[in-house]
């Protein structure tokens, strides 16, 4: 058994997943279609709706991350919490 799922695939196109699994759908889609760094972005999912929230690198990543999560079939809507990680440099 395979310890790491592929980043996306189409056969993931089932509308009817657990919350866990559409959530897990998400991030990956997210990964893949708008090529943003998810290590620090968290995703919940409950009925359809998911929730984002953590941090990314710039402030277009927010709108390119909640706009691939919307178009996962299975998701009804997207309640963006992201924010651009703050640089600790200064």
């Not at 709108?63 to 200064?90: F, K, M, P, Q, Y």
């Amino acid at each position: 058994m395979p310890t790491e799922k592929p980043i996306y695939a189409h056969q993931d196109d089932d509308p009817h997943l657990t919350d866990d699994a559409l959530a897990d759908k998400v991030l990956r889609f997210i990964q893949y279609a708008a090529l943003v760094d998810t290590s620090e972005i968290s995703v919940m999912a409950i009925g359809g709706i998911v929730i984002l929230s953590g941090h990314v690198a710039q402030e277009a990543d927010i709108a390119c991350a909640g706009d691939a999560a919307a178009s996962v079939i299975g998701v009804t809507s997207v309640e963006n919490r992201l924010t651009v990680r703050a640089d600790e440099t200064g």
